[in-house]
Antibody
Framework: EVQLVESGGGLVQPGGSLKLSCAAS????????IHWVRQASGKGLEWIGR??????????TYAASLKGRFTISRDDSKNTAYLQMNSLQTEDTAVYYC??????????WGQGALVTVSS | SSELTQPPSVSVSPGQTARITCSGD??????AHWYQQKSGQAPVLVIY???KRPSGIPERFSGSSSGTMATLTISGAQVDDEADYYC?????????FGGGTKLTVL
């Protein structure tokens, strides 16, 4: 069974940093692109970015609106992807999901990790 | 902001056909994918590559695409289909997700 499990969410002050993890199982993680998507309360889905697999040189692309504050990485030996978030602002408060591109686009999602940016 | 445009809401009675549209300039060249999100849950893929339905998704869900518009059709909508629906397509600007459509079935 394919599983994606996010962790690392929590409360952080404005200007702070947080690193989310996405632990994967049940599929060939090293062959899969991993994307991060977030959703503020009552709002729509917002694509954050993605990291491709090793055959694609782990290429990354990010939403321009993030202005370089977020970084995606992965450790294929641990079947885990990461989202490093810096200079967090109140508007970054959201549920953060990781998802994969398998045989189909975004065919599996994690349960989400809540990040709250507040003083 | 999204460059894929969806109607904010669609409402149908049970058993009627619901159609949710998604318009965007990239759609003639790029596939549209559709996700269903029920309250408090992660999104679920219901249609990919314009018309394909993943296993486990009921046959009443179908997709089509023509020109700059993709359409998700739910034939014989059920109360259980009440959810938010999002289209997604690459090369669709700042946010490749549409703004979402709240489907009400009552």
């Amino acid at each position: 069974e394919v599983q994606l499990v996010e962790s690392g969410g929590g409360l952080v002050q404005p200007g702070g940093s947080l690193k989310l993890s996405c632990a994967a199982s049940g599929f060939s993680f090293s062959d899969s692109a991993i994307h991060w998507v977030r959703q503020a309360s009552g709002k729509g889905l917002e694509w954050i970015g993605r990291m491709k697999s090793r055959p694609s040189n782990y290429a990354t692309t990010y939403a321009a609106s993030l202005k370089g504050r977020f970084t995606i990485s992965r450790d294929d030996s641990k079947n885990t992807a990461y989202l490093q978030m810096n200079s967090l602002q109140t508007e970054d408060t959201a549920v953060y999901y990781c998802t994969r591109v398998g045989a189909k686009p975004f065919d599996n999602w994690g349960q989400g990790a809540l990040v709250t940016v507040s003083s | 902001s999204s460059e894929l445009t969806q109607p904010p809401s669609v409402s149908v009675s049970p058993g009627q056909t619901a159609r949710i549209t998604c318009s965007g300039d990239a759609l003639p060249k790029k596939y549209a994918h559709w996700y269903q999100q029920k309250s408090g849950q992660a999104p679920v893929l219901v249609i990919y590559e314009d018309t394909k339905r993943p296993s486990g998704i009921p046959e009443r869900f179908s997709g089509s695409s023509s020109g700059t518009m993709a359409t998700l059709t739910i034939s014989g909508a059920q109360v259980d289909d009440e959810a938010d629906y999002y289209c997604f397509s690459t090369d669709s600007g700042a946010n490749p997700f549409g703004g979402g459509t709240k489907l009400t079935v009552l």
